[in-house]
C-alpha cells in the first residue's frame, strides 16, 4: 500500500532540479516569460531571508513554497507552486495551512501577489481568506497587473 498522505518540509538544494522544472513548465509562470534559468537563479541557493518548503505525495516533490520574511508588517508568500498533475487535491491549500501557522506565530500579515489573468489562483486565495489590497500595474508584463492580496490575523500594532 503507497503512502497519499503528504508531508511538508523544508526545501533542500537537491531539491532544486524538480522544482525548477516544475516551475519551467507551468502556467502562469510560462505566460509571465520565466525560464528554467530564472528559477535556477532563485533556487541555487535560496537568497537570504527566504525560507522554502516543499510538499511530498508518496516520496515526490509536488510543490513549493518560497517565503520572504518582513515584508510590510509581515511576511511575503513570493511563490506558492503546486505540479500541474497533482493540482486540486488539496496540496495546495495544506501547504498554504501550513506556511499561515508558520507566520502567524511570528507576524500578524501575510502578503502574496497573483496576475490579474490568473483566476483559478485568485479564486483559491479568496476562498483561503485573502482580501485585495490593491493592483500593481505593468509591474511583470505590460498590460497586466499583479494584485497584492493580505490576510490578516489583526493589526502589527495592539492599542
Known sequence: MTDVRPTIRAYRSDDGAVVIRMLA???????LGYTAKHWERLFTPLPPGREGYVIE???MVTGLALLRR???FGDYLELLAI???????????ALLNHLERVVFTRSTNL??????????AREFYERNG???????????????SELLLR??????KSA
Open 25 to 31: 513548465d507551468s502556467d502562469p509562470w510560462k505566460r
Open 57 to 59: 505525495q508518496n516520496g
Open 70 to 72: 518582513q515584508f510590510l
Open 83 to 93: 505540479a500541474p498533475s497533482t493540482q486540486r487535491q488539496g496540496l495546495g491549500r
Open 111 to 120: 502578503f502574496v501577489c497573483v496576475s490579474d489573468f490568473n483566476t483559478s
Open 130 to 144: 485573502y482580501r485585495e489590497v490593491g493592483p500593481l500595474p505593468d509591474l511583470l508584463m505590460p498590460g497586466t
Open 151 to 156: 490576510k490578516t490575523s489583526g493589526p502589527a
